[in-house]
């Protein structure tokens, strides 16, 4: 009677874990290099502040940076962070001529959702953004991109 519960509580556990997807290796370059950036940027400005802290407030300013931004071409849902708001992001910590436009789309297209069937109509959710900046993501995901032996 226990194995059974233990394994229905197995089964389920896999089933509502998420899926992990594979980046290209451009997209995981693009990923690495954001964080490159932010975490130079963090040093600097926010080195007395702790790491996730300063996580959420990036986050927190691409959403903002999503309802202000004069490029965006389609309504970003709530609490979703388009190219717009990471490139906004960017440029306002004296950042922006560090990662291309078209990294960051890269990056949005691979990891984001499609909000109106336009390609150009990616976003990625709160929780992706911080994932896509934390350091146990980029460990995770670079194992995910290597050749297996």
């Given at each position: ?88 992001v960017l440029q306002n910590i004296g950042m922006g001529d560090r990662m291309s436009r078209s990294e960051i789309e890269e990056i949005i ?41």
């Open positions: 009677m226990i194995s059974i519960a233990i394994s229905s509580l197995r089964s389920s556990s896999v089933a509502i874990a998420p899926a992990h997807r594979y980046l290209s290796m451009a997209c995981a370059n693009s990923v690495h290099k954001l964080n490159n950036i932010l975490e130079e940027y963090r040093a600097k400005n926010y080195s007395q502040e702790f790491p996730r802290r300063f996580q959420k407030d990036i986050v927190k300013a691409a959403i903002t940076a999503n309802g202000s931004s004069s490029k965006r071409q389609f309504n970003v849902p709530a609490n979703n962070i388009s190219a717009d708001g990471i490139e906004h297209r691979e990891v984001g959702d499609n909000v109106d069937g336009e390609e150009s109509s990616c976003v990625i959710s709160e929780n992706q953004m911080l994932d896509l900046i934390s350091r146990t993501w980029e460990d995770h995901h670079h194992g995910l991109n290597q050749p297996e032996h």
